[in-house]
C-alpha cells in the first residue's frame, strides 16, 4: 500500500463528496488551503436529534429484518465501503468525510422506543440493532443510548438482534445474557478483515479482528447466541481470508455465519474510488474491475436480492468458497429461533 503525507490517518474516506440536494459545496479545483480546510472538518463534532420515531420498518425483502433502529446517524468507524454514508446525505452532510466526522446522537431514542413498546397496536417482531450504523461505535462509551435501549426491551421481554463491529458490545453482556436466557437476542460480529494491516486504513476506528474474536468468544462463553458477518467481500483484497475468518469464528464459539458481497452504490463509489487509488495503486485496475463483474459490468447494484450476493463468474467463486468453509466449520450449528410469546404487551410505569 502506498500513502502519501498529506492522507488523513485514522478516517477512512480521504475526500469530501458534493450533496446531491446541496446546491453549494466544497469543490477541489483549487488546492492551495485545501488539506487545511478538509483537515479542520475531519475532527468529530456531534450534533443532537431528538426524533419523534425511532423504529423504523424495513422495507428491503434482502436483509432478513422487520424493523431496524439507529441511536446514531454517522460512524467513527470510518469504514470505506460503508452503505449507510448515502444516507448522511439527507442531513445535509458529505457521505465522505462528514459521515464519520459530523455523528448525530438521537439522546431520546430510549424514551421513543419504550412509547413505541407501549402502543397498543404493536406486536413483537425482531428489532435489529443498527440496520444502518454500528450502535456501539466509539461515542456510545459516553452516551450509552444503545445499554438504555437493550434496558427498555428486556423490561418488555422484547426481541433484538444486534450487529457491530466494536467489543464495547461485551459491557452490556448483562443484559444480553438476561435476554439470551429467554430466547429474545441474536449478536452478530462483523469480521471484514483478519489482516491487521488492511483494517487499519479500511475501517480506521474500528476493533481489530482479533479483538472481534475475543469478543466473540466472551459473548459465546457467556451463552448469548453469536455468529459473524463476513462482509463485504471485495475481491482482490479480503475474500481469500473467507476459510479462515469462518474457522477463526468457529473456533470461537460462533454458530453461524453470514456474507455479502460489496456495492459501491451513490457516492460511495466515489469514495471507494480515491481510497483505493491512494492505498493500492498497483492493484487499483484488478480490485475495480473485479468488483463491477460482480455486478454486470457496475460498481453500483440496487436489485434486491441480486445486490448483496453478486453474479457472474467470481461471485460464484466466493459464494462456493463461502458456501464450503460454512459447511465445514459451522456443521450442526445454529441460531436458536426468538420467543416471541415473552413480550409483556402495556405496561403501567416507565424506566424514565
Excluded at 9 to 35: M, P, W
Excluded at 137 to 146: A, H, N, S
Excluded at 180 to 191: E, F, K, Q, W
Aim: with cysteine; charged share 25%; net charge positive.
Amino acid at each position: 500500500m502506498c500513502v502519501d503525507d498529506s492522507y488523513f490517518k485514522g478516517r477512512g474516506s480521504q475526500i469530501k463528496t458534493a450533496n446531491k440536494f446541496l446546491q453549494a459545496h466544497y469543490v477541489t479545483e483549487h488546492v492551495e488551503g485545501l488539506d487545511d480546510v478538509l483537515l479542520e472538518n475531519s475532527k468529530t463534532q456531534i450534533f443532537h436529534e431528538s426524533p419523534k420515531k425511532i423504529v423504523n420498518k424495513v422495507e428491503s425483502p434482502d436483509l432478513g429484518m422487520a424493523y431496524s433502529m439507529n441511536p446514531y446517524q454517522g460512524c467513527e468507524h470510518g469504514c470505506i465501503y460503508c452503505y449507510a454514508r448515502n444516507t448522511h446525505e439527507y442531513y445535509g452532510f458529505s457521505a465522505g468525510l462528514d459521515f464519520e466526522s459530523k455523528i448525530i446522537v438521537k439522546k431520546n431514542a430510549p424514551q421513543v422506543l419504550e412509547q413505541q413498546l407501549l402502543n397498543k397496536n404493536w406486536n413483537p417482531s425482531p428489532i435489529m440493532l443498527s440496520g444502518n450504523t454500528d450502535c456501539y461505535q466509539p461515542l456510545e462509551r459516553k452516551f450509552k443510548i444503545t445499554r438504555q435501549l437493550l434496558q427498555v426491551l428486556a423490561k418488555y421481554r422484547h426481541p433484538v438482534g444486534v450487529i457491530s463491529k466494536n467489543g464495547l458490545i461485551t459491557r452490556d453482556i448483562d443484559i444480553l445474557q438476561d435476554l439470551a436466557a429467554d430466547r429474545l437476542v441474536h449478536v452478530m460480529i462483523s469480521i471484514t478483515t483478519l489482516d491487521e494491516d488492511l483494517r487499519q486504513i479500511m475501517e480506521p476506528r474500528t476493533a481489530s479482528g482479533i479483538k472481534r474474536l475475543k469478543t466473540v468468544e466472551a459473548l459465546a462463553k457467556a451463552n448469548i447466541p453469536v455468529g459473524i458477518m463476513n462482509a463485504p467481500i471485495i475481491p482482490g483484497l479480503n475474500h481469500h481470508e473467507i476459510p479462515l475468518i469462518l474457522k477463526a469464528a468457529a473456533d470461537h464459539g460462533a454458530r453461524t455465519a453470514g456474507m455479502t458481497v460489496v456495492r459501491l452504490n451513490g457516492s460511495i463509489g466515489k469514495i471507494f474510488e480515491d481510497w483505493l487509488k491512494k492505498n493500492f495503486p498497483d492493484r487499483f485496475d484488478k480490485v475495480w474491475n473485479q468488483i463491477s463483474s460482480l455486478h454486470g459490468g457496475n460498481v453500483n447494484d440496487t436489485q434486491f436480492g441480486r445486490r448483496m450476493r453478486g453474479e457472474g463468474n467470481i461471485a460464484d467463486m466466493i459464494q462456493q468458497l463461502f458456501r464450503t468453509s460454512r459447511k465445514k466449520y459451522f456443521q450442526g450449528r445454529e441460531m436458536p429461533p426468538y420467543d416471541l410469546t415473552k413480550f409483556v404487551k402495556g405496561g403501567n410505569y416507565s424506566l424514565f
